[in-house]
């Protein structure tokens, strides 16, 4: 028997779109099933002004295919030299919806992040002032953290201190791994919000490192032990609206993915939809879908949800997904659960 799921179209609130023949080859897989994404900063150089915000929504926008409705939501990625002055203004004007803090090292293209919270206090304050979110990649970089324990030990010396100094300031835990993460978030009130990947809800450390290393299934924050996972996967369909979705699609091509110092991000933007109702099915929560991916994403942003509407459909068959995308900038694979999906989004 077919089954039929109806929600309000989704938004993606943590996407990788990068630029050029990259962007040209990710974009059309976003925008055939989302409406808008929160789009991350993170180019080489980054995007820190309003000035560039603005340049790269309109290469975006020009990358778009004919025909694709797709509205990219700015973000400005903070530096220990970034102006309030300039923050607010790409604020007020609609341009820019959030501001991304890395911690200077944490990950992809994070070095010219944030090494200390004192030199953007300013900028915090302005932002807490207008109510524009802080989103934040929440690891510490203290070598002597373990990789699996930097969530903790950030959410303890870096976010809960930050948030009892600036209690106004509105928070997005990006990518959350851990069941720290979620308890945190789940108490945190309305000025807190977390998003959830697609991918740490379908693997944990041995998915990645048993039987041999899985480069496509590296990212950061790394996926952790399997606690963590369910924890995860029961703060995604509780329906609490502190917790939404946020692929962190972060799309490189596979010569950087398998190599001896391999890149970190997960492709998902393809098959998100299809596993989502998946992993929803497996809880007995397909009911909380639309909540996870359509709805509290922009009641936290102050947004409208979206009016039109996406079908995901329960097939007989297993559903074939691409195994790799074919960019002009060379092939990125596509994230593979490891499992058959019989989901799929009615196109
Ligand atoms: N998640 C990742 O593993 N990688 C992201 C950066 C990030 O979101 O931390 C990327 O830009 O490739
Ligand atoms: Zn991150
Ligand atoms: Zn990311």
């Not at 970190?264 to 933007?269: D, K, L, P, Q, V």
């Not at 997904?321 to 060379?330: H, M, Q, V």
Request: proline letters at 7%; glycine letters at 8%; one cysteine or more.
């Amino acid at each position: 028997m077919t089954q039929h799921l109806d929600i309000r179209r989704p938004d993606d609130w943590h996407l990788h779109l990068r630029d050029g023949a990259m962007l040209q080859g990710v974009l059309p897989e976003t925008a055939r099933h989302f409406a808008r994404a929160i789009i991350m900063p993170n180019l080489v150089p980054p995007v820190v002004t309003g000035d560039q915000a603005a340049a790269y929504r309109e290469r975006i926008l020009a990358a778009l295919p004919e025909g694709m409705a797709f509205e990219p939501l700015m973000t400005l990625y903070l530096t220990e030299g970034t102006d309030p002055a300039d923050v607010a203004a790409a604020a007020a004007s609609g341009l820019v919806k959030a501001v991304k803090l890395y911690p200077a090292g944490a990950t992809t293209n994070s070095h010219s992040g944030v090494a200390n919270l004192d030199k953007v206090m300013p900028v915090l304050e302005k932002m807490a002032e207008i109510g524009l979110p802080l989103c934040t990649h929440g690891e510490v970089v203290t070598p002597e953290v373990d990789i699996f324990d930097r969530e903790a030990v950030f959410i303890d010396t870096v976010l809960a201190p930050l948030r009892k100094r600036l209690p106004e300031l509105r928070v997005v835990m990006e990518h959350i791994t851990t069941e720290d993460g979620v308890a945190y978030a789940a108490e945190g009130g309305d000025t807190l919000g977390a998003t959830i990947t697609t991918h740490h809800l379908i693997i944990n450390r041995n998915h990645l490192l048993v039987g041999g290393i899985k480069p496509h299934y590296y990212c950061l924050p790394v996926a952790k032990r399997e606690k963590h996972r369910l924890a995860l996967r029961k703060a995604a369909t509780s329906g609490n609206p502190r917790f939404f979705l946020g692929t962190d699609s972060a799309p490189h091509i596979d010569a950087l993915k398998e190599h001896a110092c391999g890149c970190a991000g997960c492709f998902t933007a393809t098959n998100t939809m299809a596993l989502l109702a998946h992993v929803f099915e497996e809880e007995d929560a397909l009911g909380q879908l639309e909540a996870f991916a359509s709805l509290n994403g922009p009641a936290f942003y102050h947004l409208p949800a979206n009016e039109s509407r996406l079908r995901l459909v329960r097939r007989e068959a297993a559903q074939d997904f691409p195994e790799k995308i074919l960019t002009g900038a060379g092939p990125v694979t596509v994230f593979n659960p490891g499992f058959p999906v019989f989901w799929s989004v009615e196109s």
